[in-house]
């Protein structure tokens, strides 16, 4: 099977947190993770990801919203909104939603069978949250 028009895209998968955010990518349906930006400063979060873009050429960003359990909204996924509502002023790539429910815990768990220590896992699972949201997205494609 030849990967679809979406695969062939350079996409960039967010997983938003107050402090730390990770960054993924995708260039030709390789879903591999980016680096983990600080976002407690607005300016330096939204230029980091304007750089990205134009680096990679970014076609598209997923943004794992953090829904609860129901799959509704609640206090985190309506700040994660409200990031994204800011960084569409500045960010004229569409924005795509995917709930992250479990994408950390996923992550975790992979560590823990890959033998990842305990101290790795803590220190990077930003970005490799945001790849299995990138992940997630392409599943929820097919």
């Known amino acids: 099977m030849s990967p679809s028009r979406e695969t062939k895209e350079t996409i960039l998968g967010i997983d938003y947190g107050l402090t730390n955010t990770g960054l993924a990518i995708s260039i030709d349906g390789v879903v591999s993770p980016l680096k983990i930006i600080n976002s407690k400063n607005f300016t330096y979060f939204q230029s980091e990801i304007s750089s990205l873009i134009v680096k990679y050429r970014i076609k598209k960003i997923i943004v794992g919203i953090p829904l609860s359990y129901d799959g509704k909204d609640n206090k985190q996924s309506l700040i994660v909104r409200q990031t994204v509502n800011n960084l569409k002023k500045y960010i004229k790539v569409p924005f795509i939603y995917i709930s992250e429910y ?41």
């Open 102 to 142: 479990g994408s950390t815990q996923s992550f975790l768990a992979n560590g823990i069978m890959s033998n990842i220590s305990k101290k790795t896992r803590n220190k990077v699972n930003d970005h490799y949250s945001a790849a299995i949201i990138l992940e997630s997205y392409f599943e929820n494609l097919n």
